[in-house]
């Protein structure tokens, strides 16, 4: 709904969720040399059900709403919500979204990035980058008193610029204690328009990026959802926090310069 409460997170709070959101970032970096081709996705699954158990952490995915299994692996024309399977193995020129959100001390972190397996074609590394630049310009515009609707216009604004199109039928959203809550977060939309921001608020930023139609449909599984035309699709996601005077990126790994 427009008028649900949303959750305002304490300082305390919020040290907490950056320990989750940091072991979500950390679990990407250790999936990410393992994403080879012949690797199954359910590999990659197994490993990181492996590595969240071994850091006192739980994979918020299994069995939420049913899903299966403890990430979500999502191929070339899957937008989101792909299942890990034995028998999907990658290839050269695959892109992958690896989709992460451990529960660490009650608090989820909820991160994504999309890995190239090989070399990708020309138009598929176009993609991904047009894609995290997309959601680097939403975060760009979180400080207290912008609106919910500034985000997703400078996301579209951008992703059709490069002539791609934004999906629309899944958003970025509240995450906390709990999964998926208020605010919905669209990646789309108007400046000016929508709800403010406030400090202490902390959501997703998941713009998922089509090379041709937004439109997207969900498989026989009830999970896993394609592009309508089977073209490619992108995603990366941040979870972040409206701070004093800007935001927080609570999934984004400290730079270690090695001098
Ligand atoms: N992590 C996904 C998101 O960004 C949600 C996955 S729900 C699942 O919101 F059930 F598919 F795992
Ligand atoms: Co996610
Ligand atoms: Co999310």
Request: net charge negative; proline share 5%; hydrophobic share 40%.
């Amino acid at each position: 709904m427009d008028n649900e409460q949303i959750i305002i997170l304490s300082n305390r709070e919020i040290e907490t969720m950056r320990g989750a959101c940091q072991l979500a970032a950390q679990l990407l970096a250790y999936l990410e040399p393992l994403v080879q081709p012949g690797v199954s996705t359910l590999e990659l699954n197994d490993a990181a059900e492996a590595w969240t158990r071994q850091h006192g952490a739980k994979s918020a995915p299994l069995g939420y709403h049913g899903f299966p299994k403890s990430i979500c692996t999502s191929v070339n024309e899957v937008v989101c919500h792909g299942i890990p399977n034995a028998k999907h193995l990658l290839k050269d020129g695959d892109i992958i979204n690896i989709d992460v959100t451990p529960i660490l001390d009650g608090f989820h972190g909820d991160t994504s990035k999309t890995f190239f397996v090989g070399e990708p074609a020309p138009l598929a590394r176009r993609l991904v980058e047009v894609t995290e630049e997309c959601m680097m310009r939403g975060i760009a515009e979180v400080r207290p008193g912008a609106r919910i609707g500034d985000i997703g216009a400078a996301i579209q604004a951008y992703a059709e610029a490069q002539g791609f199109s934004v999906v629309r039928d899944f958003v970025g959203h509240g995450v906390g204690r709990i999964f998926h809550t208020a605010p919905q977060i669209p990646h789309y939309g108007t400046r000016g328009k929508g709800r403010k921001l406030r400090s202490g608020m902390v959501f997703t930023i998941e713009p998922m990026i089509n090379i041709g139609t937004h439109e997207v449909e969900v498989m026989a599984d009830k999970w896993t959802a394609l592009t309508k035309d089977r073209q490619l699709s992108a995603q990366f996601e941040h979870t972040v926090a409206v701070t004093k005077d800007g935001v927080d990126i609570l999934t984004l790994l400290p730079d270690l310069v090695t001098a």
